[in-house]
């Protein structure tokens, strides 16, 4: 389980999992998840989670997420193969979730790839501005792990001595992202562009009213903030 959650101190993760089914299975938390997101979507969205438009969007969501080939992507696969909701605001939620592990799991083939372990695969994210080092706190790692993990990429050119980004570490994580988008490329290829143009449409306002609520962090270990 541990290996599954790559940037995830694995002593963290041992700690919450198993232990974690004790308070509730594991079909309780998914159906609790399903009714979190139907009740926030159409609070976001009101009468538009009737709207053709997005029962449009929802099914080439669908045919994207089903086309994404979820082998040696465990999270990807595990979302995968889940019954779909009939809600189309469902259905493009959890067709977002495959696709999003689909990346995911990808970028951390290309960490592999790259010689970046899970602790400098952080530490390099936040020397190059990707978020400041404090939110990267919720991946549990040790001051002295993080020390650690600095001072083996400054050794290895990545990192100046006192922790900033090098010119090897920015084009070394820009490498990464093209790595990875290519990794996550082959169910956008296989849909076609005219289908993900109509998607990029439908989706917009759906997108925008997500962002309107000024609930998404602008600040995650995702990186958004830099967009």
Same mark, same amino acid.
């Given at each position: 389980m541990a290996a599954t959650f790559y940037s995830f101190d694995p002593g963290m993760v041992r700690e919450h999992v198993p232990a974690v089914w004790a308070v509730a299975a594991p079909e309780a938390v998914l159906e609790a998840r399903r009714r979190a997101v139907d009740t926030a979507l159409r609070a976001v969205l009101g009468e538009r989670v009737d709207d053709p438009g997005l029962a449009e969007a929802a099914d080439i969501a669908r045919r994207l997420a089903e086309a994404a080939d979820t082998s040696g992507r465990p999270l990807a696969a595990a979302n995968a193969a889940l019954d779909w909701p009939a809600e189309p605001h469902l259905v493009l939620w959890q067709a977002a979730t495959v696709l999003r592990e689909h990346r995911g799991d990808g970028h951390v083939a290309a960490l592999l790839t790259a010689g970046l372990d899970p602790v400098e695969a952080l530490v390099s994210f936040a020397a190059v501005g990707a978020a400041p080092v404090e939110v990267f706190a919720s991946r549990g790692w040790s001051e002295q792990a993080w020390a650690d993990a600095v001072e083996r990429l400054v050794a290895r050119g990545w990192l100046k001595p006192d922790g900033t980004a090098t %010119?090897? &570490? %920015?084009?070394?994580? &820009?490498?990464? %992202?093209r790595v990875t988008d290519e990794l996550a490329a082959g169910p956008y290829r296989a849909v076609g562009a005219e289908a993900l143009g109509r998607l990029a449409t439908l989706a917009a306002p759906v997108t925008m009213a997500v962002v309107g609520t000024g609930m998404l962090p602008m600040r995650s270990t995702l990186?958004?903030?830099r967009q």
């Amino acid at each position: 389980m541990a290996a599954t959650f790559y940037s995830f101190d694995p002593g963290m993760v041992r700690e919450h999992v198993p232990a974690v089914w004790a308070v509730a299975a594991p079909e309780a938390v998914l159906e609790a998840r399903r009714r979190a997101v139907d009740t926030a979507l159409r609070a976001v969205l009101g009468e538009r989670v009737d709207d053709p438009g997005l029962a449009e969007a929802a099914d080439i969501a669908r045919r994207l997420a089903e086309a994404a080939d979820t082998s040696g992507r465990p999270l990807a696969a595990a979302n995968a193969a889940l019954d779909w909701p009939a809600e189309p605001h469902l259905v493009l939620w959890q067709a977002a979730t495959v696709l999003r592990e689909h990346r995911g799991d990808g970028h951390v083939a290309a960490l592999l790839t790259a010689g970046l372990d899970p602790v400098e695969a952080l530490v390099s994210f936040a020397a190059v501005g990707a978020a400041p080092v404090e939110v990267f706190a919720s991946r549990g790692w040790s001051e002295q792990a993080w020390a650690d993990a600095v001072e083996r990429l400054v050794a290895r050119g990545w990192l100046k001595p006192d922790g900033t980004a090098t %010119e090897t &570490a %920015e084009a070394g994580r &820009a490498s990464l %992202e093209r790595v990875t988008d290519e990794l996550a490329a082959g169910p956008y290829r296989a849909v076609g562009a005219e289908a993900l143009g109509r998607l990029a449409t439908l989706a917009a306002p759906v997108t925008m009213a997500v962002v309107g609520t000024g609930m998404l962090p602008m600040r995650s270990t995702l990186g958004l903030g830099r967009q």
